[in-house]
C-alpha cells in the first residue's frame, strides 16, 4: 500500500474512510497532528532545550531543525522581574477597588517603589 498522502480515498481502506482522515492535510491519524506549532520563541526556545537534554543533539544542529537562529536560543533578557511589585499592585487594586491606575501609581510611591507610570497602565 502506498503512503496515505499520496494515496487518494480509493486506494484507502474503508476503515480510514469511516473515522474521518483528511488525506488532503497529511495527517496520518483521526486526531491530526501531533502537537502545537512552534509560533513563539518561547515555545522554540523550550522545544530546543529539550531535543538538546534528551535527544542529545548539538546546539547549532537542534537549532537548524527547529528553524530557530542560535542567538534567539541564547538570548536573556536583561529587564528586571517586576513579579514583586505587579503582585503589590494587584493586592492595592482589590484593597482599593475604585482607584485607577493613576491613584494606584501613588501608592506604591508612598511605600518606595517607584514604577512608570507606561508599565503601570500596562500592568
Same mark, same amino acid.
Given at each position: 500500500?502506498?503512503?496515505?498522502?499520496?494515496?487518494?480515498k480509493?486506494?484507502?481502506?474503508?476503515?480510514?474512510?469511516?473515522?474521518?482522515?483528511d488525506?488532503?492535510?497529511?495527517?496520518? #491519524?483521526?486526531?491530526?497532528?501531533? +502537537?502545537?506549532?512552534?509560533?513563539?520563541p !518561547?515555545? $522554540? @526556545?523550550?522545544?530546543?532545550?529539550?531535543?538538546?537534554?534528551?535527544?542529545?543533539?548539538?546546539?547549532?544542529?537542534?537549532?537548524?531543525?527547529?528553524?530557530?537562529?542560535?542567538?534567539?536560543?541564547?538570548?536573556?533578557?536583561?529587564?528586571? #522581574?517586576?513579579?514583586?511589585?505587579? +503582585?503589590?499592585?494587584?493586592?492595592?487594586? !482589590?484593597? $482599593? @477597588?475604585?482607584?485607577?491606575?493613576?491613584?494606584?501609581?501613588?501608592?506604591?510611591?508612598?511605600?518606595?517603589?517607584?514604577?512608570?507610570?507606561?508599565?503601570?497602565?500596562?500592568?
Open positions: 500500500m502506498t503512503h496515505p498522502v499520496a494515496a487518494s480509493a486506494e484507502l481502506p474503508p476503515a480510514s474512510i469511516t473515522i474521518g482522515i488525506v488532503s492535510k497529511g495527517y496520518l #491519524d483521526a486526531e491530526g497532528p501531533a +502537537g502545537k506549532k512552534l509560533v513563539t !518561547g515555545l $522554540r @526556545r523550550d522545544a530546543v532545550a529539550w531535543a538538546i537534554q534528551e535527544k542529545d543533539y548539538s546546539q547549532r544542529r537542534t537549532c537548524r531543525l527547529i528553524g530557530m537562529d542560535p542567538k534567539t536560543w541564547r538570548y536573556a533578557s536583561r529587564h528586571p #522581574d517586576d513579579a514583586e511589585a505587579c +503582585g503589590r499592585l494587584r493586592d492595592l487594586a !482589590g484593597e $482599593r @477597588r475604585r482607584f485607577g491606575y493613576r491613584r494606584l501609581h501613588i501608592l506604591p510611591e508612598r511605600e518606595g517603589a517607584t514604577m512608570n507610570h507606561k508599565k503601570l497602565f500596562s500592568r
